[in-house]
């Protein structure tokens, strides 16, 4: 016959209370942590569910209006297809924007659209330039209309610096 146990003494029972509770909140935390990856993963497949992608040209810079494109400042991105209209410059095209002035500050990253272009406005009709003409005029004669900013980096300090032209 064995001699009898010695029963556990408090000190003994509060540790492997600790232990039990701190594995127990590693094993649930990981256990949470895959179900939420898991739960993100499938929102994220059913969101793109139906979305064909389809490359589009952006700038790799900011740019200011005036400024022209060279090759090597421009990237391919994708897109979805929903969003993307005829507006918007695709890689099959992007050779005929380079060496070109845009008209519109343009940010890192934005689709170029065919209107950024001069050579867009030069095809106008000539009434439909006249009207647009007529329409700067009148928009020029507002005293108290605010200008636009030239570049993102102008709108940003305008923004940050809390003032307004």
């Known amino acids: 016959m064995s001699a009898p146990r010695k029963p556990l003494h408090k000190g003994m029972l509060v540790g492997g209370v600790v232990v039990g509770l701190g594995v127990g909140l590693v094993a649930f935390g990981l256990g949470a942590g895959v179900l939420a990856y898991t739960l993100v993963k499938k929102a994220e497949k059913e969101a793109r569910a139906g ?21 090597d400042e421009l990237a391919q991105r994708s897109a979805p297809e929903q969003l993307v209209t005829s507006s918007m410059v695709r890689p099959d095209s992007a050779t005929y924007v380079v060496g070109q002035a845009l008209t519109v500050p343009v940010q890192a990253g934005e689709p170029l ?5 001069a050579a867009a406005t030069e095809k106008l009709e000539p009434s439909e330039r006249l009207l647009s003409d007529e329409c700067q005029r009148a928009l020029d004669l507002q005293p108290n209309r605010s200008r636009p900013d ?9 923004l940050v610096g809390g003032g307004s032209r």
């Open 51 to 71: 979305w064909t992608l389809v490359p589009v040209i952006v700038p790799q810079r900011d740019f200011a209006p005036g400024e022209v494109l060279t090759l």
């Open 113 to 117: 659209r065919w209107a950024f272009f």
């Open 150 to 158: 030239q570049t993102a980096g102008k709108i940003r300090e305008r």
